[in-house]
Structure formats: C-alpha cells, structure tokens
C-alpha cells in the first residue's frame, strides 16, 4: 500500500503541472487583459486616462486639440508600460509562468491586481461561506439518499419504486442554475412570495440576536441555495445506495442467512446495511469535494453568497489573474489530495480492497 501511496503522491505533480499550463495558455488568449481592464476602470471615473494623468486635461506637446491628443495618446502608452511592469506582464509568457510555478510551490501566490489583499488572504476569508456550503449540502444529500435508497432496493419493482425513479430522474435531469434562478424567482422576491432571503448567509444585526434565533437565521438564508444545490446530488447518491444494496441482497450469504431463519429486518440491518454502505460512505470525500467545486460557483452567483465561487466569478470577470491562477492552483491540489484520501477510505472500511494489487 505504501508504494501506491507514493505513486499517488508523485503522479500529484504532472498532473498539477497540466492544470496550471492549459489555464495559464487559456489566460494569454482571454480579451481585455488586467491592464486594459485598469484603463477602463480609470476611464469610468471621469475624463481618459491621459488627461488625468497629464495635469487634468492641460495642454500636452503642443498648443490646440492636435496637441493634446498626441501628448495625451503617448502618455497613455507610458501608463500602460508602468501598469504591465507592475503586474509582471512585461517578461515573455514562458518566464512568467516558471516565476508562478517557482512561487506556488512555494505556497507564494502573490497580491490581487486589483485588491491590497494577499490571494491566500481572500481565500481563507471567503472559504466559510463556501464550505458551508458543500458540507451542508453532502450531509443533507445522504441524509436523504440512504434512507431512499434503501427503500427502493426492498421495494424494487413496486410502485412505490417506479415513482420514486421517475422523481430522481426529473430532479437529475434539472440544470443546477436552471433550478436556482427558479428557486430565486419564486420565493426569493422575484414574481411570486418573498418568503427567504436574496442574498448572503446572515441578516442585519446577526451579532446581537439570541444563539437560537442566530442558528435559525442562518439556515433560513440556507435553505434555497441548499436545495438548489442537493437536487442532483441527492438523485446520484440515492440510485449508488440503491444498486449497492441490491448487489448485496442477492449475495449468497444473504440467501444463507434467511435460511438460518432471520428476519428481515435483522438480515437487511445486521448483514445487508455494513457491506452495502462501503461504497457509499467511502464516496464522502470525493462527494464533498465534487459539491464544493462545482456547485458553489453557479449557486454563489445566484443568491450573491461572498464566497469562493463567487470570488472566482469575479476575478475571471476582471481580470484579476493572480486570484484566478491562485485558486485553480489550490482547487486542483485539494481535488487531487481528496481523490487519493477517498482511495485510502476505501480500503479502510474493506480491507480486502487492493489498489496496490490492481495496478492502480
């Protein structure tokens, strides 16, 4: 086991390598670069950045409109050479990419373009909103999935089965964004009722409510982005449960157990529920993780959570490529790190399961 451990870990570092170079290749080819994106920003403030720059709007190289313009189009350019000095854009694509690969090993991703703040500084202070998130969301997906899961394996077949199937597969088949605007527009004041909140985790004068009235403040704020969350999720997870179980209930030592005179319950509970739910409980991690990366993105924007989905929206949004590169660099080691961790969960809970022996 050791030595798939090791392999693990050393097959981390091309495949992270990868990552980093197709988004960083993505990035050159992305209109409306950081500098042109400060220029704009600039000019949104009143009068061209030239003329702010050149005395507000005096005369430059000469006398007369002719004059200004040429004085204030070359101190433009001047303006955009100190701006690609500053963010580091004036060096050859290939050097700057081996300067981030040098500091993110390092654990050094640098300041935001466009924010005094470290990157790691934003993540660590918008990663709250978004684990809460995720961990809420896989919790409340199992919560459902086993028990429905398991009840459709006993009553496969049956009426009840087929219902709930068609049920899984509409809720499979929503679009997450789809749904969230839908959830949004119902009950979040858009047509209809205003029955929750539009956006962030908490209300005005969180800090002085009662503990009580603080936990069920929070959930209320929770409750659309976790069902717009947990709709897909929860349909995966309960058919997993489903054909585990399955698998199990006509194993032979079940049949040997009911021949032993067991009842039911016992052998479904005693016998059936351990074996089935290795598969299920060792997906946790990767379950997590999978709701933590894609969900949050599309559901931070919705309902206008600071987390860092929505972080990341932004930061694509603007530009702002230290906070882009920074956290697809920790996005993708965590994914890769939980991926292995989820492997050693496995063999964890079944012993008899050998990645090392398979040639994984």
Do not use: C
């Amino acid at each position: 086991m050791g030595a798939y451990i090791l392999r693990r870990i050393l097959l981390i570092i091309p495949t992270l390598f990868g990552i980093m170079l197709l988004n960083f290749v993505i990035i050159q080819f992305l209109p409306g670069g950081p500098v042109q994106q400060a220029l704009a920003t600039l000019q949104d403030v009143g009068g061209t950045t030239a003329e702010r720059f050149s005395g507000g709007g005096e005369t430059v190289g000469g006398g007369g409109e002719e004059g200004l313009y040429r004085g204030a189009q070359g101190l433009e350019e001047k303006f955009k050479r100190q701006l690609e000095r500053d963010y580091g854009l004036d060096r050859p694509a290939y050097e700057r990419f081996g300067i981030m690969i040098w500091n993110y090993i390092r654990f050094d991703f640098g300041e935001s373009f466009f924010r005094s703040i470290s990157v790691i500084d934003l993540i660590l202070e918008k990663m709250p909103v978004s684990i809460s998130l995720g961990l809420w969301t896989t919790l409340l997906a199992y919560l459902i999935s086993i028990p429905l899961g398991i009840a459709k394996a006993v009553r496969e077949g049956t009426r009840f089965d087929t219902m709930t199937s068609a049920v899984i597969i509409a809720a499979y088949a929503i679009p997450t964004f789809v749904f969230a605007v839908l959830l949004r527009t119902l009950f979040a004041g858009g047509s209809f009722v205003q029955w929750f909140p539009l956006r962030g985790l908490t209300s005005v004068g969180f800090e002085e409510m009662s503990w009580l009235a603080q936990i069920g403040d929070y959930f209320w704020h929770l409750a659309l982005p976790l069902l717009a969350m947990g709709i897909s999720g929860f349909a995966v997870l309960t058919l997993l449960t489903k054909n585990s179980f399955l698998d199990q209930i006509n194993s032979q030592y079940v049949m040997t157990a009911r021949s032993k005179g067991l009842s039911e319950g016992r052998v479904l509970y005693g016998h059936v529920f351990r074996n089935a739910m290795l598969i299920v409980i060792a997906g946790f991690p990767g379950a997590f993780i999978s709701v933590f990366f894609t969900g949050s993105i599309v559901i931070e924007v919705v309902f206008s959570l600071d987390g860092l989905g929505y972080l990341g929206f932004e930061a694509v949004k603007g530009r702002d490529y230290p906070i882009v590169l920074g956290t697809t660099f920790i996005f993708g080691l965590l994914g890769l790190v939980v991926k292995l961790i989820s492997d050693l969960t496995y063999v964890w809970i079944d012993p008899r399961i050998d990645f090392e022996r398979r040639g994984n």
